[in-house]
C-alpha cells in the first residue's frame, strides 16, 4: 500500500523532471515554429542549427575550453596538492581554506570578482583584452580547486615515505613520482579531471562575467538566444545535447557496473 | 623536496583567488572623485536608502528586490524540499532498482542548465503548452509567465536534484537495526519516523537546504528568463551593474551584501541542526553517518 504510494509520487516526480524536456524534443520536429500548432514533421529546425552562422562556433569554444582548462587545471591541481600535502598542518588548514573559497563561493560572486580582475589586469599590462584567453584563464582558476579537493584524500592515504624509499633505491625522482606516486593517486586524478570538464562545460554564469564581447561559448549563445524568446533551433539542439548526455552516462554507468561485478567475481 | 611545488601555487591562488576577493571589496568602499579614489561607504548606504524622505524601509527599491530574492528563495527551498524528501525516502527504502532510478533522476541535471530554464518558457508562455492542456480540458488558462511562481517553477526544477541526493544518501546509508530497534520497543511508525529516521537525516537535510537555498537566491537567469520586470533578484541588480551600468562600485557593494546574506542564512539553517535531545538525555551521534 505505503510502496504503491510511493510508485506513484515517484513516477509524478519523473513526469514534473521529463516533461519540459520531452515538449522541447517533440517541438524540435514541429515544422511550425508555434508552441500550439503542429504542423507536421519536420527536420527543418536542425538543418537550421547546423547552418547557424554562431552555433557551430560556439559549441567548438566550449568544448576546447573544457578540454584545455581541465587539463591545465588536473596539471596545476596535481601538483599543487603534492605541495599542500608535504606542508604542516597549519599552513595546510590555512590554503585549503583558500582553495575551498571557489566551491563554496556563489559563482556570481567568482564570476565578478574574476571580470574585475581581468580588467584591472589588461589595465595594469596595457594589452590584452576580454575573450577566449579570459574565458580560458577562469575556467581553470575554478577548476583547480576541485581537482586539489580530489586529489588530496588519495595522496593522504599514501606513505610518504614511499617516494623516499623510491630515490633511497635508486629512482631519479622523476621516476620514482612516474611509478610510484602516480598510480596510487590516479583515481583522485581522474575523478578531478572529470569534474573539471563537466564543470566547465556546464558553466554559464562565470563564462558570462569573464568572456568579453564577440565571443561565446554554447551557454553565454543559448542565453542570448534564449532571451529574445522562444527559438526552435533552441529546441533542436536541446534535443541533441539530451540524446548525447543519456547516451555517455548510460555508457559511463553500464562500465561502472560492469567493473563492480567483475571486482565481485 | 616536495615543498617547492607549492610554492607556484601558492602564487596562483593569490592571484586567481584572493586578488579578485579583495578587488571586490576594494570597489565597495571605494569611489572615483575628481581628485582621485577615495574611500567611502555611500554604496552601502546608497542599497539601504530611501528614494524620498520618510519612504517605509521595505518600500525602498533595493530594499524590495533583496526581501523578495531571500523570500522566493526561501519558499523555493522549502519547496524543494517538501518534493524531495518523500523522493530520497521512496529511493533510499523501497527500491531495488535504486542505480537506474537514481540514474533517471540524474539525467536532466547533466543537461544545459540554461536549457532546463528556456524548457519552461515553452510550457508557461500565454499561448504555451501548459495553457493548450488546460484550455483542452475545458479549464481557464493561467498566465504565469513573468510572475513570481514562474522564478519559483525554474528554481524548483533546476535545483530539486540538490535537496534529493543528499538526504538519499544519508536514508540509505542509516543503519536499519536502529529503526528496528525503535519498532522493537513498541514504536509505531509515525513514532519511528519523526523521532528516529527524521532526526538521524538532519545532516542530510542540512546539506539539502544549503545547497538549494545558495544558488536560488543569488541566481539571475531563472529570474532573467522566466521572471518579470527589470528588478527581480539581487543577482539582476548585480549583473545589471557590471554588464550595463558599469558601476563596479556599487555592484561590488551588493554582492559584498549578498555573500552577507547567505553567511546569515546558513547560520539560521545551522541554528535547525540544534541536536534535540532524546527523552533519556542521549543524543544522537549525527557526525558519524556522513
Known sequence: MIKKAYTVYMGLMLFFLYAPIAVLMIFSFNYSPSRNYWGGFSLRWYRDLFNDPHIPQALFNTLVIAVLSSLIATIIGTIAAMGINSLGRKTKSIIIGVTNLPVFNPEIVTGVSLMLLFVFGIRVLGFGEMGFATLLMAHVSFNVSYVILSVMPRLRRLDGNLFEAAMDLGAPPMRAFVQVVLPAIRPGIITGALLAFTLSVDDFIVSFFTIGPGVNNLSTLIFSMARRGINPRINALSTIIFIVVMILLYIINRRDSKKRKEHLA | ?290
Not at chain 2, 530594499?63 to 524543494?80: D, E, F, G, W
Not at chain 2, 518523500?86 to 523501497?94: G, N, Q, R, T, V
Not at chain 2, 540544534?274 to 542521549?282: H, L, N, S, V, W
Request: charged letters at 10%; a neutral charge; aromatic letters at 16%.
Open chain 2, 1 to 290: 623536496m616536495k615543498r617547492i611545488f607549492v610554492y607556484p601555487y601558492i602564487l596562483w591562488m593569490s592571484v586567481f583567488i584572493v586578488a579578485p576577493l579583495l578587488i571586490v571589496l576594494w570597489f565597495s568602499v571605494t569611489a572615483t572623485a575628481p581628485d582621485g579614489t577615495v574611500f567611502t561607504f555611500y554604496h552601502f548606504t546608497r542599497f539601504f536608502a530611501p528614494a524620498f524622505e520618510g519612504q517605509p524601509f521595505f518600500q525602498r527599491i533595493y530594499i524590495a528586490v533583496m526581501t523578495r530574492s531571500i523570500r522566493l528563495a526561501v519558499v523555493s527551498t522549502i519547496v524543494c524540499f517538501v518534493l524531495g524528501y518523500p523522493l530520497a525516502y521512496a529511493l533510499a527504502k523501497f527500491y531495488s532498482h535504486r542505480s537506474f532510478l537514481l540514474f533517471l533522476f540524474m539525467v536532466p541535471l547533466w543537461m544545459n542548465f540554461l536549457l532546463r530554464t528556456y524548457a519552461w518558457l515553452t510550457i508557461l508562455e500565454q499561448n504555451g503548452v501548459l495553457n493548450a492542456v488546460l484550455s483542452f480540458l475545458g479549464l481557464p488558462t493561467v498566465d504565469l509567465l513573468f510572475t513570481d511562481t514562474a522564478v519559483v517553477i525554474g528554481m524548483v526544477y533546476n535545483f530539486l536534484p540538490f535537496m534529493v541526493l543528499p538526504i538519499y544518501t544519508v536514508l540509505r546509508d542509516m543503519d536499519n537495526s536502529i529503526i528496528e530497534a525503535a519498532q522493537d520497543l513498541g514504536a509505531n511508525r509515525v513514532q519511528v519516523f519523526l523521532r528516529v529516521v527524521f532526526p538521524m537525516s538532519m545532516s542530510g537535510v542540512i546539506s539539502g537546504l544549503t545547497m538549494v537555498f545558495m544558488p536560488a537566491v543569488t541566481t539571475f537567469v531563472i529570474s532573467n528568463l522566466l521572471g518579470g520586470g527589470q528588478f527581480i533578484l539581487i543577482g539582476n541588480l548585480i549583473e545589471r551593474q557590471f554588464i550595463h551600468v558599469g558601476d563596479w562600485h556599487f555592484g561590488s557593494a551588493m554582492a559584498i551584501i549578498l555573500i552577507v546574506i547567505i553567511l546569515f542564512m546558513m547560520g539560521l539553517i545551522k541554528l535547525i541542526d540544534r541536536q534535540p535531545k532524546e527523552p533519556d538525555g542521549a543524543t544522537v551521534e549525527r557526525g558519524t553517518l556522513y
